[in-house]
């Protein structure tokens, strides 16, 4: 049966063909949400007619072998989660960060956990809680007796992969803190600016159902992600196979490295390689231009997501194992890219749009370039 996310907390949906377009009751949050007339397409590599004149040639590459070792070592942990896991690779590979929005409790720390182990890199947890300073996650200068000085100790912003979990409940300082280090790959403690170690990668969790006690991201902080996700929960089979899976121990415990950030560093090098061809990169600007000019929209897509959207599209093309992106990657890329950017006039809510159905509507208008 086809799938759609709730338009409220983002949890899957799944329902017969005969209710698509329809607004039924979410299981999860009990809000209505309004049925896709179609179901999400999953990740693959897309399936081109050879007679068209930008039909393309699926060429591995080191980058289409490290990603393939990567979701594969993942999957041994997160199961039946293969979309999630490869829209964060290309996220990760464009040197950008994650947004993940979901119900507690669907391995949101373990995909961050399994990532760090998998490319050998350092992992740190943050716990965003209302009380949390920014010295707490960025470190401080302590006094040290011995040498009777101030030392700096690094906080747990200091790793490669950082997961700051309900960062929704961290006050606006403290998410200013992650602002500068996700922007500016720096951190300013004491009056001193210490860069961080390539490569940094920030995952950030919040609940979209409980909203007590939380402060939202701001729309510049929200800009900052590259890709908002959801996991979902599992299917019947995959809870299962999970069950059987954890029974006498975690596989996180067992999984073992197959990548190094060396490799990490020279994969994300390449992803900029990608050729981008004029053609496609006008058509790509002119759905981010079309989002400011659309009569349902107050916010548009600011220019950072043009790159964004361009970054990612590259990185989604190299993993597939081609050389040149195409129309079709920017439009399978633009509701994970841009959703998350673009603010609904109010009168839009009411009368129950919503933001994928912009875009769908934008993707329909533009007219895709002849190649």
Same mark, same amino acid.
């Given at each position: 049966m086809p799938r &759609?996310?709730?338009? #409220?907390?983002?949890?899957?949906?799944?329902?017969p063909?005969e209710?698509?377009?329809?607004t039924?009751?979410? *299981?999860?949050c009990? /809000?209505?949400t309004?049925l896709?007339t179609?179901?999400?397409?999953?990740?693959?590599?897309?399936v @081109?007619?050879?007679?068209?004149p930008?039909?393309r040639?699926q060429? *591995?590459?080191p +980058?289409?072998?490290?990603a393939? /070792?990567?979701?594969?070592?993942i999957?041994?942990v997160?199961?039946?989660? /293969?979309?999630?896991?490869? @829209?964060t690779?290309?996220?990760l590979l464009?040197e950008?960060?994650v947004?993940?929005?979901d119900?507690?409790? $669907?391995a949101?720390?373990?995909?961050a956990?399994a990532l760090?182990q998998?490319?050998? &890199?350092? @992992?740190?947890?943050i716990? &965003?809680?209302?009380?949390?300073?920014p010295?707490?996650i960025t470190?401080a200068?302590?006094f040290n007796p011995q040498?009777?000085? @101030?030392?700096f100790r690094?906080g747990?912003l200091?790793?490669?992969?950082?997961l700051?979990?309900?960062i929704?409940r961290a006050?606006p300082?403290?998410?200013?803190?992650?602002?500068?280090?996700?922007?500016?790959r720096? $951190?300013s403690?004491?009056?001193k600016v210490?860069?961080?170690?390539a490569?940094f990668?920030?995952?950030?969790?919040?609940n979209?159902?409980? #909203?007590?006690?939380?402060f939202?991201?701001?729309?510049?902080?929200m800009d900052?992600?590259?890709?908002?996700?959801?996991?979902g929960?599992p299917?019947?089979a995959?809870?299962l196979s999970?069950?059987?899976r954890?029974q006498?121990?975690h596989?996180?415990d067992?999984l073992?490295a197959?990548?190094?950030p060396?490799e990490l560093l020279?994969?994300?090098a390449?992803?900029?390689?990608?050729? %981008?061809d004029p053609?496609?990169m006008?058509?790509l600007?002119?759905?981010?231009q079309?989002?400011r000019e #659309?009569?349902? +929209?107050?916010?548009?897509?600011?220019?950072?997501?043009?790159?964004? =959207? =361009?970054?990612?599209? !590259?990185?989604?093309a190299?993993i !597939?194992g081609?050389d040149?992106?195409?129309p079709?990657?920017?439009k399978?890329? %633009?509701?994970? %890219?841009?959703a #998350? /950017?673009?603010?609904l006039r109010?009168e839009s809510r009411?009368?129950?749009?919503?933001?994928?159905?912009?875009l769908?509507?934008?993707?329909n208008q533009?007219d895709?370039?002849s190649?």
């Open positions: &759609c996310p709730c338009q #409220h907390c983002g949890q899957q949906i799944e329902y063909d209710l698509a377009g329809s039924v009751d979410c *299981p999860t009990t /809000r209505q309004r896709s179609g179901a999400r397409p999953t990740i693959k590599v897309p @081109f007619n050879p007679t068209r930008w039909a040639e060429r *591995p590459s +980058v289409t072998a490290l393939g /070792r990567i979701i594969d070592n999957e041994k997160l199961i039946g989660k /293969r979309e999630p896991i490869q @829209f690779l290309v996220a464009s950008g960060h947004l993940l929005e119900v507690p409790g $669907v949101k720390t373990m995909l956990r760090a998998s490319i050998d &890199c350092s @992992f740190k947890r716990q &965003c809680t209302p009380d949390l300073l010295n707490d470190g200068s302590i040498s009777t000085n @101030f030392e690094p747990p200091f790793a490669h992969v950082v700051a979990d309900e929704n006050t300082r403290t998410q200013s803190a992650l602002l500068e280090a996700m922007a500016e720096q $951190v403690a004491d009056g210490y860069p961080l170690e490569p990668f920030l995952m950030a969790t919040q979209p159902i409980d #909203h007590e006690g939380t939202p991201l701001p729309e510049a902080q900052r992600f590259l890709l908002r996700l959801s996991l929960y299917q019947l995959e809870e999970l069950l059987q954890v006498l121990s596989p996180i067992d073992k197959v990548a190094t060396a020279e994969a994300q390449a992803i900029r390689r990608t050729t %981008v053609k496609v006008e058509y600007v002119r759905i981010v079309a989002t #659309h009569a349902a +929209v107050r916010l548009g897509a600011s220019p950072r997501a043009s790159i964004a =959207l =361009l970054r990612a599209a !590259q990185a989604f190299a !597939q081609f040149f992106v195409l079709d990657d920017i399978f890329l %633009v509701p994970p %890219v841009l #998350h /950017r673009l603010i109010p009411l009368r129950k749009l919503t933001v994928n159905e912009v769908q509507g934008i993707l533009v895709v370039p190649l």
